[in-house]
């Protein structure tokens, strides 16, 4: 079992974006990005809570929206229960084939959403996905959740949602890799952050030889060391 801490930020009842309706089943789970730049989870879970404070019956639209989790380099935090629905996936399209057939015809009722927050150059932080990765794992030992990972986009179609994965699709392979690692070797061999500690030192050998054979090993030797750590290769 992967220990990790999830920190309970449960928000209020409200029309907007904890309509309080249980799940109608537990079939996966959908990956999203928050597209706020260096927002962390804490801030998502707060904007979740804070879309009850809007008024049905002024001209603004309103916004319905929600996830269970919310995830960024530090922490999980949790906005809604694993019980309940979220409105993560919602569209006025017709969801794609392979995503109602994975979840049903409504795909909220029946999957847990997971918010992973971006820093400010937009991209998802390594310790952000490993985190989002654990979490995974976590909920599928846990509450009993079949190991079905989709991303927003794959889901609804239109929507460009995790978008450092739409743009690099091999992310989100590596990171449903990642996960089944996860399942059945339990953490990875080593820790991403003591990995690139040690790939820092090979960097610094690196710059002081100026031989070729001694280069190539040491760029082999830095990615024995993210392939052990679960990271992609340079
Ligand atoms: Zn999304």
């Given at each position: 079992?992967?220990?990790i801490k999830i920190i309970q930020d449960i928000i209020d009842i409200n029309q907007f974006s904890r309509d309080g309706k249980k799940l109608k089943a537990k079939k996966g789970f959908v990956m999203h990005y928050t597209a706020t730049k260096g927002a962390p989870a804490q801030n998502i879970s707060q904007y979740f809570r804070n879309l009850k404070l809007q008024d049905p019956n002024d001209k603004v639209a309103d916004r319905y929206a929600g996830a269970q989790y919310?995830?960024?380099r530090f922490k999980i935090v949790q906005s809604i229960p694993n019980d309940e629905r979220a409105y993560h996936c919602?569209?006025?399209q017709p969801y794609l084939p392979d995503a109602i057939k994975a979840f049903g015809t409504y795909p909220n009722d029946t999957t847990i959403g997971i918010e992973?927050?971006?820093?400010?150059?937009?991209?998802?932080?390594?310790?952000?996905f490993q985190n989002a990765a654990d979490l995974v794992v976590h909920l599928i030992q846990t509450e009993n959740i079949p190991n079905t990972i989709f991303t927003h986009k794959g889901v609804v179609g239109w929507k460009d949602c995790p978008l450092p994965w739409i743009k690099k699709t091999s992310e989100f392979e590596r990171f449903k890799k990642l996960v089944k690692e996860k399942l059945?070797?339990?953490k990875p061999k080593m820790?991403?952050?003591d990995a690139n500690k040690v790939i820092e030192f090979l960097?610094?050998?690196?710059g002081v030889t100026t031989d070729k054979e001694a280069q190539?090993?040491?760029k082999r030797l830095a990615n024995e060391l993210r392939k052990a750590s679960g990271q992609p290769i340079q």
């Amino acid at each position: 079992m992967i220990p990790i801490k999830i920190i309970q930020d449960i928000i209020d009842i409200n029309q907007f974006s904890r309509d309080g309706k249980k799940l109608k089943a537990k079939k996966g789970f959908v990956m999203h990005y928050t597209a706020t730049k260096g927002a962390p989870a804490q801030n998502i879970s707060q904007y979740f809570r804070n879309l009850k404070l809007q008024d049905p019956n002024d001209k603004v639209a309103d916004r319905y929206a929600g996830a269970q989790y919310n995830v960024d380099r530090f922490k999980i935090v949790q906005s809604i229960p694993n019980d309940e629905r979220a409105y993560h996936c919602g569209s006025s399209q017709p969801y794609l084939p392979d995503a109602i057939k994975a979840f049903g015809t409504y795909p909220n009722d029946t999957t847990i959403g997971i918010e992973m927050c971006i820093e400010l150059d937009g991209s998802i932080h390594e310790d952000t996905f490993q985190n989002a990765a654990d979490l995974v794992v976590h909920l599928i030992q846990t509450e009993n959740i079949p190991n079905t990972i989709f991303t927003h986009k794959g889901v609804v179609g239109w929507k460009d949602c995790p978008l450092p994965w739409i743009k690099k699709t091999s992310e989100f392979e590596r990171f449903k890799k990642l996960v089944k690692e996860k399942l059945e070797g339990g953490k990875p061999k080593m820790d991403p952050k003591d990995a690139n500690k040690v790939i820092e030192f090979l960097k610094a050998a690196y710059g002081v030889t100026t031989d070729k054979e001694a280069q190539a090993e040491i760029k082999r030797l830095a990615n024995e060391l993210r392939k052990a750590s679960g990271q992609p290769i340079q």
